[in-house]
């Protein structure tokens, strides 16, 4: 199975600052069609998780554009441009290659 | 809008068998996979399965940690997806979403609320 590895914040972090989530994967995650199968999803305290970014740098429908991922096939970003209240919860990067699906463990965000 | 809404959890014994099921609206179920997440009490997402669209000859796949275990399969007619999940443990407490995917994408671009399943005697 490929394995999902993500960073950790140096939480809490301030409103308004901008912060980067990293995600790494044990094979790359580009394919031949040359799409990257990896996506972004928010989880906020108490809800299910969202897409936020998927094949690793475009934002889902009525996605804010503060929110941008980029990478190369092993190595992700994910970008917070001006955190805001809203954007409190657990990040996970998610690898669509191959199956099984895997996940990150999951990034935690909290604020100042 | 699409609508995803899970039904069937609640507390089951060791060893017992639990069907859950997923009513889904606001798109055409026809076009797409679904999938089964689940994620266990402060813990992580866990892919379970997914049934590939009748394009795809309905193909279903699971997650090896349950396989032999876990039955998914769909009704087009009621735009429905369900999970039967049998000799349940008590590792399989968790929430279970409904998902959705768009075919061969890898992105789970829709979400259930979840529900949650409790094995425990």
């Known amino acids: 199975d490929i394995v999902m590895t993500q960073g950790a914040l140096p939480n809490p972090v301030p409103s308004g600052e901008s912060v980067s989530i990293t995600c790494r994967s044990s094979?790359?995650?580009?394919?031949?069609?040359?799409?990257?199968?990896l996506n972004w999803y928010l989880q906020r305290p108490g809800q299910s998780p969202q897409l936020l970014i998927y094949?690793?740098?475009t934002r889902a429908s009525g996605v804010s554009d503060r929110f941008s991922g980029s990478g190369s096939g092993t190595d992700f970003t994910l970008k917070i441009s001006g955190v805001e209240a809203e954007d409190v919860g657990v990040y996970y990067c998610?690898?669509?290659?191959?199956?099984?699906?895997?996940f990150g463990a999951g990034t935690k965000l909290e604020l100042k | 809008e699409v609508q995803i809404l899970e039904t069937g959890g609640g507390l089951v014994k060791p060893g017992g068998s639990l069907r859950l099921s997923c009513a889904t609206s606001?798109?055409?179920?026809?076009?797409?996979?679904m999938n089964w997440v689940r994620q266990a009490p402060g813990k992580g997402l866990e892919w379970v399965a997914q049934?590939?669209?009748?394009?795809?000859?309905?193909?279903?796949y699971y997650a090896e940690s349950l396989e032999g275990r876990v039955t998914i399969s769909r009704d087009d007619s009621k735009s429905s997806v369900y999970l039967q999940v049998s000799s349940l443990r008590a590792e399989d407490t968790a929430i279970y979403y409904c998902?959705?995917?768009?075919?061969?994408?890898?992105?789970?671009?829709?979400w259930g609320q979840g529900v949650m399943v409790t094995v425990s005697s």
């Open positions: 998610q690898q669509g290659l191959e199956f099984p699906d895997t």
């Open positions: 049934i590939r669209n009748k394009n795809y000859n309905y193909a279903t």
């Open positions: 998902t959705r995917s768009v075919p061969k994408t890898g992105t789970f671009d829709y």
């Open positions: 094949w690793m740098s």
């Open positions: 094979k790359s995650l580009l394919y031949s069609d040359g799409k990257t199968y």
């Open positions: 606001g798109f055409n179920f026809n076009d797409y996979f």
